[in-house]
């Protein structure tokens, strides 16, 4: 299924769609909800209304509100976070990146990856704002070990809600030609691919009944690098990958079918926290499971 036929059928089913060959009973079900933004830049504010592209559009405290809203409606939700939550304001100038943890925290973040950005006033400042982020930041292909950030990031982290096991976990762009040496701190890149297919197998062993990849790879590029849509293609068994990195604003989530005849989502939501995205996920009694998705949520 391409991904025009994907966006067509979505559209004509009222924003849902059911995946080909995963059937579900709705009486006997368990509905699991995905939040996610990515590139947020430390936009704490909307938008200037000022008649620029997007005016009045975001907000923390805006998204707090609607994400509040969903879980007054929905029993389990995930709160997910693509990367590059820092630089873009301010506000990150004066605080380095506080305000903007302690505000995920509020909002009651469940787990985060690393952008290249978050590594902008080295990872002594990224390390010094740790402590005020109440959620683990995920990333298995960075390689820690010689700097301070060893051991303070989760390769995954497996959430248990109503008796699912939900896997995440992160990758992370490589950062040679992106972040200078002396701000990575000889922080190591490892081969994503690699990556993703050994937390695949760990995650698989572990029983997981979804399994999701944060992304800070980008969406899509036209040679060479690899992009989210690289990882659908070459990995198999990641169900939803949520990306950031190259600020994407898509209209519908991506299905990818690589070879092996697996499907991937792949979503992403722009950047500067102006949409929030959804994806909804229904497990039946055998934990057979359909997909439900949804236009992103615009923030104002």
């Known amino acids: 299924m391409n991904r025009r036929l994907f966006v067509k059928n979505a559209a004509l089913a009222a924003s849902a769609m059911m995946v080909p060959g995963r059937s579900v009973s709705r009486d006997r079900s368990i509905r699991l909800t995905i939040l996610h933004s990515n590139d947020m830049h430390s936009r704490i504010e909307p938008m200037p209304d000022d008649g620029r592209r997007y005016a009045g559009l975001g907000g923390m405290a805006q998204r707090a509100a609607i994400i509040k ?63 005020h982020a109440n959620f683990p930041f995920l990333c298995a292909n960075y390689d820690f070990s010689g700097n301070i950030l060893h051991n303070r990031f989760q390769p995954y982290k497996i959430f248990q809600k109503d008796q699912l096991n939900i896997g995440v976990f992160g990758l992370g762009i490589e950062l040679k030609g992106l972040v200078n040496d002396h701000l990575s701190g000889g922080t190591r890149y490892l081969d994503p691919i690699a990556i993703a297919k050994e937390m695949v197998l760990e995650l698989e062993k572990k029983n997981c009944h979804l399994i999701i990849c944060l992304s800070h790879l980008g969406y899509k590029y036209s040679r060479g690098k690899v992009s989210d849509h690289t990882l659908a293609e070459q990995v198999s068994g990641i169900d939803l990958i949520i990306g950031g990195h190259t600020h994407t604003f898509l209209e519908m989530p991506t299905l990818y079918k690589n070879r092996e005849g697996h499907e991937t989502i792949i979503n992403q939501v722009g950047w500067a926290g102006i949409r929030l995205g959804r994806i ?11 997909v439900e998705i949804s236009s992103p949520i615009l923030i104002h």
């Open 69 to 131: 809203k969903i879980r007054a409606t929905e029993e389990n939700v995930l709160l997910l976070d693509a990367g590059d939550i820092f630089q873009g304001t301010p506000y990150f100038n004066f605080f380095g990146g506080e305000l903007e943890f302690k505000l995920m925290s509020e909002m009651k973040y469940d787990a985060a990856t690393i952008g290249n950005h978050d590594f902008d006033n080295g990872i002594d400042g990224l390390y010094k704002m740790l402590p």
């Open 280 to 290: 909804d996920y229904v497990f039946n009694r055998k934990r057979s499971k359909s």
